[in-house]
């Protein structure tokens, strides 16, 4: 088994259409590219949604292109630049659409509503048309959702048509003013929070199983949709049910493909591989059987100058060990021409290829993630409550400062796992979003969890920050965590005894390896929960001012009566804590005493952001695969609960040829910047 490489490339109307995909086919026999994905009116050459005379134009060139490639033994797929629209970027719309409305009231000029019947009827004509051609696949892009739509503030979604659709279902009209305020009304989700976000799902699902009806009819059976996606919190706010939008973009029986954001665009920091690892595996968990995955591996605008071959080669792997059937490869820019132009591509294609042919040969056909369990609900956003003290993931305010804008408080119901899979990845400990011994509830996404889901969690080992300890003290699970919040306290406010200033590790500490006394910065929280432990809570640490006063308990480990253990964090924003090797030890301990006497995780140490992905086989194999997010080279160590009797060791270093390292785990070979160590046994 091999990797498979899909190139996206944009081949542009000109009288040289077949010689330029004659020259892409010759370039991507080189580089062993499988399939070539083709962008019809992409960035710089958008004038706008297609039709008449440029839709012509843009059809002809995908007919030929196609044709030339197929011809060449290289599958093709189609990928229209815009469904809803991307951004207005100055653009104006001359197809009558109605557009989208943001909850500020701002009115796009290019990007449309998707309760618009025009609009509709174009996406359908506009898909239909190409499926005639047959291709593989044909992308839905990421504007198909309603945030991010820019320069709207938030996104869309509150335009009269919407609105009227909601005034239905809630039996009375709505404005958007009402709307809005609804949605993010502090206190208990109001009713009609739960219809917009139907209103929203019902139009979006609609338009979903119309262009696949659509596509099934037209390209005879032989094309399938693909789906982009990008983050879980946002989805969320718009209310999407992932396995009934997957279901509603099956076209004549074929599943869909998926196509998942889950890399930065540009050259970022290695420790963003732990957004990376995270987000692949969470999408994977929402992904029904049969969905292929084929995430992209973006690089925007599409120049080595905008991101590294390096970063580029860590991310494909990334995709590989979490199984995918396919990288998706935006490595050329839209507006560049011919792809012999840019040779240097197919090179930095030829030199991944080892290590990710390693990785596809050892890809079995069920592999889950083992970890901390990051549980997560779709409908979190339906769930939570707004304002106040418990306001958004961490970010607590004083009630009097009053309402946020709008586009702010529509963004603190996007509550999702990330932050803790942050915290914890980059401290060396594997997570998984299904359900695990140890898990770590962050943020206001404590009050999307029922009774009986918390109660279950607090039986086990649960790690919890200040904001979802507040949440459950709220809820009347005070006694099962072992702490009271008796407030949270903003950076700004004028609190006694003074800003807090950092944590005080203590006796009580003393089994995490770390001396008592040591200090950790909190210096830069925007807020910490006051704790008040319960009689027999251990206090782990606690947090003094800049002159050494006592601020309150920095972090509680208690064993309750339900047969669990719970940590709390001060920290509201935990995944912020200033890092060293002294609370990568604490995080360690943590971890150890939730796990009880069932110790299991394999946790890494040796340097700073070592990032690690644990998997099991269907064959009996784990598979623990370490990133290094750090630009130093890194020694990586393993703490087994219980050694294996023998383990396998391989270095992939970025663009070469993977190197046995043995069976020894003493930090030999040291692991380069973004270079990954697997271990198997």
């Known amino acids: 088994m091999t990797a498979r490489y899909h190139l996206r490339f944009q081949i542009h109307p000109s009288a040289d259409v ?39 134009r843009w059809f002809e060139t995908a007919a030929v292109a196609r044709e030339v ?90 335009e009269p048509l919407m609105l009227e659709r909601l005034a239905v279902l809630a039996g009375e009209p709505v404005t958007r003013e009402r709307a809005v305020a609804a949605l993010t009304a502090p206190g208990p989700p109001h009713p009609l929070r739960a219809m917009l976000q139907q209103v929203w799902r019902d139009a979006q699902m609609e338009v979903a199983t119309m262009v696949a009806r659509e596509v099934a009819e037209r390209s005879g059976g032989r094309s399938r949709l693909g789906l982009m996606s990008s983050r879980l919190g946002p989805a969320s706010v718009e209310g999407r049910d992932w396995a009934a939008l997957f279901d509603a973009l099956t076209s004549d029986g074929l599943p869909p493909v ?133 306001r958004g993931n961490g970010l607590l305010v004083d009630p009097a400062l009053g309402a946020p804008p709008a586009d702010r408080a529509l963004d603190e119901l996007a509550a999702d796992p ?43 080992g649960l790690l919890l920050d200040g904001v979802a300890a507040a949440v459950l003290d709220e809820r009347g699970f005070g006694r099962w965590t072992g702490v009271r919040v008796t407030e949270t306290v903003a950076r700004e406010q004028d609190a006694e005894p003074g800003p807090y200033a950092m944590e005080r590790v203590t006796a009580q500490a003393a089994h995490a390896g770390v001396s008592e006394g040591t200090g950790l910065s909190v210096n830069l929280q925007p807020a910490l929960a006051r704790l008040e432990p319960l009689d027999g809570a251990t206090v782990w640490t606690r947090v003094v001012t800049a002159d050494g006063a006592h601020w309150g308990a920095g972090r509680c480990g208690f064993v309750n009566d339900l047969g669990g253990r719970v940590m709390v964090l001060a920290a509201t924003r935990p995944q912020d804590l200033a890092r060293d090797d002294d609370g990568q030890r604490l995080a360690h301990a943590m971890v150890r ?49 219980a050694p294996p009797d023998e383990v396998h060791a391989t270095l992939l270093t970025p663009l070469a040829e993977p190197v046995p390292a043995g069976s020894r785990l003493d930090g030999e070979p040291p692991v380069p910047h973004r270079g990954w160590l697997v271990i198997e046994w």
């Open 18 to 56: 077949a010689a330029d995909a004659g020259a892409l086919a010759k370039e991507c026999a080189e580089a062993g590219v499988a399939e070539v994905v083709l962008l019809i009116g992409a960035e710089e050459v958008h004038t706008g949604h297609l039709a008449g005379a440029a839709e012509d």
């Open 69 to 158: 490639l197929v011809a060449s033994g290289i599958e093709v797929s189609l990928n229209p630049w815009v469904t809803t629209g991307h951004t207005d970027r100055g653009r104006r719309d001359d197809l009558g659409f109605a557009p989208m409305v943001s909850p500020g009231g701002e009115v796009a000029t290019t990007q449309a509503s998707f309760a618009c019947p025009r609009w509709r009827a174009w996406l359908r004509g506009h898909y239909g048309r190409f499926a005639e051609l047959g291709f593989r696949v044909l992308w839905l892009e990421d504007d198909f959702r309603f945030h991010n739509h820019l320069p709207l503030d938030w996104g869309g979604g509150f």
């Open 258 to 390: 998926h196509r998942p954001h889950f890399a930065p665009y540009t050259d970022a920091p290695g420790r963003e591989l732990s957004y990376s690892v995270w987000m692949l595996e969470a999408q994977r968990h929402l992904r029904p059987a049969g969905v292929d995955s084929e995430p992209e591996i973006e690089n925007w605008p599409h120049t080595a100058w905008s991101k590294s071959d390096t970063q580029t080669w860590s991310e494909m792997v990334a995709t590989q060990l979490a199984g995918s059937d396919a990288l998706l490869l935006n490595v050329h820019p839209t507006y560049g021409g011919r792809a012999e132009r840019y040779p240097a591509v197919g090179a930095m294609l030829r030199r991944s290829r080892p290590a990710l042919d390693w990785i596809a040969r050892r890809r079995s056909a069920e592999a889950d993630a083992l970890g901390v369990g990051l549980p997560f609900r779709q409908d979190t956003a339906a769930r939570i409550r707004t304002g106040g003290a418990a």
């Open 418 to 460: 990330q932050p803790a899979a942050d915290f914890l990845l980059r401290y060396g400990i594997p997570v998984t979003p299904r359900p695990a011994p140890v898990q770590a509830l962050f943020g206001a996404a404590a009050w999307a969890f029922d009774d009986e889901e918390v109660r279950r969690m607090l039986s086990g």
């Open 593 to 641: 005493f939730l796990e009880a006497a069932h110790p299991r995780l394999p946790l890494v140490s040796g340097g700073p952001y070592l990032i690690p992905h644990l998997t099991q086989h269907q064959d009996g194999v784990h598979r623990l695969a370490v990133a290094n997010g750090s630009a130093d080279p890194a020694a990586v160590r393993v703490d087994f609960p």
